[in-house]
Nanobody, 115 residues
C-alpha cells in the first residue's frame, strides 16, 4: 500500500521560507508524476508544482520563481522549497503520487504565513 507523509509545515512570517518534504513508501521512481497541491479554506485544491519521473517540472504560474520542487530517488522523497512566502500562500499542502492514472495523497501539512 502506498503511503505518503508530508512534513515541514508551520507558521512563518511573510517573506520567510519553508521546505516541505514528502516521504513515500516504496520507490518514487515507479510513479509517473509527483506533485504538491494546496487547499485554502473555502477554496478548491490547486496544483502548486509537479515533477515527472524524468525530472520535468511544472509550476502554477504564480509559484514560478518562488517555489522549487525536487525529488530524491535514493531517499524516496519529494521536496518543495518555498521562498518569499505571502499570506495568500496559507493553506494545507498535500503531496500526490500518480501511478497509472491512480492518485495517492498524503494527509497534508499546514502552512500559515503571517503578515
Amino acid at each position: 500500500q502506498v503511503q505518503l507523509v508530508e512534513s515541514g509545515g508551520g507558521l512563518v512570517q511573510a517573506g520567510g521560507s519553508l521546505r516541505l518534504s514528502c516521504a513515500v513508501s516504496g520507490s518514487i521512481f515507479s510513479f509517473n508524476y509527483m506533485g504538491w497541491y494546496r487547499q485554502a479554506p473555502g477554496k478548491q485544491r490547486e496544483l502548486v508544482a509537479g515533477i515527472t519521473r524524468g525530472g520535468t517540472r511544472n509550476y502554477a504560474d504564480s509559484k514560478q520563481g518562488r517555489f522549487t520542487i525536487s525529488r530524491d530517488n535514493a531517499k524516496n522523497t519529494v521536496d518543495l522549497q518555498m521562498n518569499g512566502l505571502k499570506p495568500e500562500d496559507t493553506a494545507v499542502y498535500y503531496c500526490k503520487a500518480q501511478l497509472d492514472r491512480v492518485n495517492y495523497w498524503g494527509q497534508g501539512t499546514q502552512v500559515t504565513v503571517s503578515s
